[in-house]
């Protein structure tokens, strides 16, 4: 968490992934993105593309858009999206947000919210390194813990230097396979709303098998979790996680370099 003042009083903010839970990033992908401002982000990915011609072609894409913007743009309808951020993932109240200047609050929104939006617009997590924006490395863990119960996650099997991921795991029922799939399906249909069920199918307690009916009724339990545990997860089934990412389309030609700095 991050503390700020206001007039005299000071607030808490998230501003990195294990202060954010996996129900307030839910909520958080439910606030209405400008369309203009969705559109900015999306083409400043192609400013770092490495092949001369078409970082060009990209410039004068990115200018010609850029055009678009207008002055309404910048100190109404994008910091009017802030503003509704910021009152989810801070404990300013609505009514001092509503007196915080536009600049103000975009500055806010830029340094500590910005990589939660921006990591729903790629499909997969980002973080502030420095005065960059980079690839989110997620702590290693092997389970969620909540109201002191551990979830373990599914293991993995070291050959050598290498990690099998889930190599230890029992071969899976038809159920469970069925399931799985039709979550990641989910997943790349309905976003980050379908991240709980597949938090609740991989996380179990301690020597339990997998059963439809509890990985069901566990799905409003993992709300809980924060999201540098879900992503821990995510990273450890990279399998899965690996087709959710081709699958969204975000390793197309020269996206991972925005990872380095977004304009």
């Not at 996996?22 to 209405?32: A, M, P, R, T």
């Not at 055009?67 to 609505?94: N, Q, W």
């Not at 979830?151 to 990690?163: A, H, N, S, V």
Request: proline fraction near 4%.
């Amino acid at each position: 968490m991050v503390t700020v003042k206001i007039d005299g009083k000071r607030y808490d903010s998230v501003d990195r992934w294990s202060d954010l839970t996996l129900g307030k990033f839910i909520e958080l992908s439910q606030i209405e993105l400008p369309k203009k401002l969705k559109e900015l982000y999306y083409l400043s990915t192609k400013l770092n593309n490495q092949d001369p011609k078409e970082l060009e072609a990209a410039k004068v894409e990115y200018d010609k858009f850029a055009e678009s913007i207008t002055r309404t743009d910048l100190v109404r309808h994008f910091p009017a999206y802030y503003g509704k951020v910021m009152e989810l993932l801070t404990d300013i109240p609505a009514s001092v947000i509503k007196n915080v200047h536009a600049d103000l609050r975009s500055s806010f929104f830029d340094k500590y919210l910005r990589i939660f939006v921006l990591s729903m617009i790629y499909d997969f997590p980002v973080d502030n390194v420095g005065d960059e924006i980079q690839l989110y490395q997620p702590p290693d863990l092997d389970k969620i813990v909540i109201d002191k119960e551990e979830y373990l996650f599914p293991k993995t099997l070291r050959i050598g230097d290498q990690d099998i991921l889930m190599g230890k795991e029992p071969i899976v029922s038809f159920t469970e396979a069925s399931d799985i799939d039709l979550a990641i399906q989910s997943l790349l249909e309905d976003g980050v709303k379908s991240l709980p069920l597949i938090v609740s199918i991989y996380c179990r307690k301690e020597g339990e098998e997998y059963d439809q009916d509890t990985a069901l009724e566990r799905q409003g339990l993992f709300l809980k979790a924060k999201m540098d545990e879900v992503w821990s997860l995510f990273f450890c089934i990279g399998v899965h996680t690996a087709k959710f990412l081709i699958n969204s389309g975000i390793y197309s030609r020269g996206v991972l370099e925005v990872l380095k700095q977004v304009v």
